[in-house]
């Protein structure tokens, strides 16, 4: 039929942008069966995008894919890691271009 078109076809218009890192923790300790929530935000703190991870070493490695139609200016990281051990997470939002953000300890 003329004129429709494919989802391969809105594939190629559409781009995105991947963000990526490392996160890790300053305590030398052995975790397992931990889950990371990582969420990429803009300036005004909207969530553009984000995953979940299982994570059974740290460092451990990231990648979040956002939409670029959704960018507009600075990108900014908030990452949460919960392991039987403890919480830890950002306690301000860290710039998206850095490689490795560094997670603090959460007290509960």
């Known amino acids: 039929m003329p004129g429709r078109r494919g ?4 594939a190629e218009s559409m781009g995105l942008l991947t963000v990526s890192g490392s996160l890790t923790i300053r305590e030398r300790i052995a975790i397992s069966d931990a889950v990371a929530t990582v969420k ?3 300036t005004q703190g909207e969530v553009l995008a984000g995953t979940a991870l299982a994570v ?15 960018v507009d200016g600075r990108l ?8 039987s051990a403890g919480a830890w997470g950002t306690v301000e939002l860290a710039p998206a271009d850095r490689d490795e ?8």
């Open 7 to 10: 989802l391969g076809d809105y």
């Open 40 to 42: 990429v935000v803009d």
């Open 56 to 70: 059974e070493s740290v460092p451990f490695s990231f990648e979040v894919a956002i939409d670029e139609e959704l």
């Open 76 to 83: 900014l990281v908030w990452a949460f890691l919960r392991t």
């Open 101 to 108: 953000i560094v997670l603090t300890r959460i007290e509960e």
